[in-house]
Antibody, heavy 126, light 109 residues
């Protein structure tokens, strides 16, 4: 079965960086895009970026451009999200989610997010 | 950028009643690019509806999505206790644009 398992909670100081992982299994890793979504406490969902694990191409939301980097490791079927220059308002749960796919002839990134990781809480506090 | 506005912010209903949740887009959106999610406390969102009206795998038929253009709805008939949660609509499209509405909280009256 499809699973996305995220790394554990983190506590960071303002200005630091954090790197989260999303280990996938149960499907062909290079076929599906992976997204990252932020959810601040009591707030809604905010899309951060997308990576195509086949080749590693990325696109980021304007709000996070310059601070977020997504990478993928096909040998371990894991996607990573690094967020730099952390601020207190980055305190949130971060989710990875699968959405969009590539066939043998074309790619279709515009698709619903059908599987989600369990989420990772990042607390930014001095 | 397409902005999604959900209404109402909170909906108070009793089990057995029906619910209608709305999602309005700031400009016309292809129905193929609208989804709905359910989120319970401490859990990740769960995909309910994709392409505006198609139920995801395992979603009961009391959940129904509809709409077109700038107005989309999620209708839940005969509310069950487990349906009380927060619901989000989402739009995705070309040029890697993805956005969510602010959510509607469905609470027990």
């Amino acid at each position: 079965q499809v699973q996305l398992v995220q790394s554990g909670a983190e506590v960071k100081k303002p200005g630091a960086s954090v790197r989260l992982s999303c280990k996938t299994s149960g499907y062909t890793f290079t076929t599906y895009y992976i997204h990252w979504v932020r959810q601040a406490p009591g707030q809604g969902l905010q899309w951060m970026g997308i990576i195509n694990p086949s080749g590693g191409s990325t696109n980021y939301a304007q709000n996070f451009q310059g601070r977020v980097t997504l990478t993928s490791d096909t040998s371990t079927t894991t996607v990573y999200m690094e967020l730099t220059s952390l601020r207190s308002d980055d305190t949130a749960v971060f989710y990875c989610a699968r959405g969009g796919y590539c066939s043998s002839t074309s790619c279709h990134p515009a698709d619903a997010f059908d599987f989600w990781g369990q989420g990772t809480l990042v607390t930014v506090s001095s | 950028e397409v902005v999604l506005t959900q209404s109402p912010g909170t909906l108070s209903l009793s089990p057995g009643e029906g619910a209608t949740l709305s999602c309005r887009a700031s400009q016309s959106v292809s129905s193929s690019y609208i989804a709905w999610y359910q989120q319970k406390p401490g859990q990740p969102p769960r995909l309910l509806i994709y392409a505006a009206s198609s139920r995801a795998t395992g979603i009961p038929d009391r959940f129904r999505g509809s709409g077109s253009g700038t107005y989309f709805t999620l209708t839940i008939s005969r509310l069950e206790p487990e349906d009380f949660a927060v619901y989000y609509c989402q739009r995705f499209g070309s040029s890697f644009q993805y956005s969510f509405g602010q959510g509607t909280k469905l609470e027990i009256k």
